[in-house]
């Protein structure tokens, strides 16, 4: 239990890198002061010496450890033992260090919610008014949620400025020109829809892609529409073509909401990149709900774990032949679902048997065009330009276009 509520050495780690790397801290950007608070340290004295950090900051002092010794020594709270468990403690590096102030918000929640849990059952006990004391717990752990939210995610627009360029080295590529192409690779942190009719070539698509990414990245699949037999079937067929089958992690047996968000949070301490999930329409929810309602509540829920793991997550949707019909695109039962996501792409068959692939919304680079494109018996997929003939010999297609499989 007490590791699930707090970890001295993590608290440890974070001070000695605010000590020994305090200006990259800042100069990177990293809200420190909004995102970690003195709250969230277990051991009292941590949050001394946070917040005596702070403080210098704020008054444009030194942050080091003979400017906060002398502080604490002041205000009669010194701990010379304490101070030198967190001076031999590791350094992190900005990820790490992002990562460890979220867990400690995480852990000091849980602890926040015990005592209110514990208090609610005591006032309980003592007046028997179960009403009322079940209606202050609901506030209580209201505010609580809010505390966790907190104003760490909030930044100025000089901050914004000034992170752009990190930003752009967040952009995951691919490796296949079909969505590179058009997308310009995948942000972290972001939710991409893939609708189209039934046997427009959705999955083999997105499946393609997720294959092509493993040379570079860990990536996932869930599969709600296939099981293993089916996909190892696939691989057989498709074993000519490259990918790193080491670095494609699968799950088939992932139908509730609670179950793929709870295996997309595996996914991402495993390490993975980049999420196809397949597909929407085979996502149960729990609740009396409207369809449009379930789906739209999957899609937001999907869509809060890409932002808060940092993983790009595709999300193959059925669209109906009604509301994909002259160019639009549309998913089953939601109107919401296409404007939650960053980017919102349709894929039509067309009569010649090519594929197009529109861009319907793009956040990421705002760019809005088609991309043609030729799927062959053998799996490859093939970007078409316009000097491209239906005719040509694969050949021809291979030595014009290229073979992006």
Known sequence: MQETLYDVSMERSVLNTLFFDFERVVDEHLDIFGSLRREFFYLPFH?????????LFEIDKPVDELMVRD????????DETAMLMVLTSNVLSPTSLESYIDTMRERYVARETIVTLGQSKSAIEESGDAIGALSDLEQRLETIHAFNAGDGRFKTARQLLNSRDRLKDRRIATNFPPIDSILGGLDEGSL????????????????????RASFTYKVGLLSLEFGEEDYEERLLQLSHLTMHQDNIITNFDTFYISEVMGALYSLYHKGVRVVVIDSLGKIFD??????????????????????????????????????NRDGRAGIMYSVMAGHIAKNFLLIVKEKDGSRTLKTIKNKQVRRYFDQKLLFEEGGSIFKVGKEFSIAASSKEKRDVFGDFN
């Open 192 to 211: 991409t829809i893939l609708t189209g009719e039934f046997e427009s070539g959705k999955t083999h698509l997105a499946y393609s892609m997720i294959e």
């Open 47 to 55: 949050g001394s010496m946070f917040q005596t950090i702070s403080d």
């Open 286 to 323: 729990t609740g009396n709900k409207s369809e449009t309602e379930r789906v739209t509540d999957i899609v937001r829920k999907i869509d809060m774990v890409a932002r808060k793991t940092k993983m790009a997550i595709l999300l193959i949707a059925q669209g109906s032949k009604e509301e």
């Open 71 to 78: 502080h604490l020594v002041n205000k009669g709270i010194f």
